[in-house]
């Protein structure tokens, strides 16, 4: 798949069939993830994949029961869960260089967006899931001390399709040579 169509038409999948995902296309995915670009090319990000059943379940507990893609971390064939080595992206020796702190989020959400591109391209769905308790979720993973777990996604094939949400227009969101509030 083409990249622009990928982008375009990705949707998050909260519904999947049981059918398993293969080690050569879970490979493929994880390998789109590994070629994201990183702060000096620190590489913070981790991956956790998840098949276990139990596993997944007490994921899925780890999410309010409002949140909508709690019955697809449980039933999806497995979780990926993405953390982060923590102090690397956004210093240099040792230190914070810029005002945004250590960059962890942003590195990490380039490699996931690899990732579930990817993912989609392969037929498969995802859906980011950012709304839990992730230092519960850190421990049912065993996540050391100096990581954190940032986001996870269930993969599967979709069981559902999904029109797409609304996006603000071009000139709602981008200005030329100076920001204006007009
Ligand atoms: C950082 C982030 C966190 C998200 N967390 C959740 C979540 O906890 N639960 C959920 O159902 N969807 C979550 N989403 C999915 C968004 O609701 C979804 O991407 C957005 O509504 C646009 O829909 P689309 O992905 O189909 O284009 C999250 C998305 C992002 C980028």
Known sequence: MEVLEAIKTRRSIRKYTTDPIDDQTLATVLEAARWAPSWANTQCWRFVVVRDSATK???ADT????????DAIRNAP??????AELGKTGH????IVTDKG???MFDVALAMQNLVLAAHSLGLGT?????FDAKAAAKILAVPEGYCFVVMTPLGYPAE?????????LPEIVFYD?????
Do not use: H
Request: aromatic fraction near 10%.
């Open 57 to 59: 379940s007490k994921l």
């Open 63 to 70: 999410l309010n029961e409002t949140n909508p893609a709690r």
């Open 78 to 83: 497995l979780v990926i869960a993405a953390c």
């Open 92 to 95: 240099k020796d040792g230190e």
């Open 102 to 104: 250590d960059w962890f």
């Open 127 to 131: 859906v980011y899931v950012g709304r």
């Open 161 to 169: 399709t999904k029109d797409p949400r609304p996006r603000k227009e």
């Open 178 to 182: 100076q920001w204006s509030t007009e």
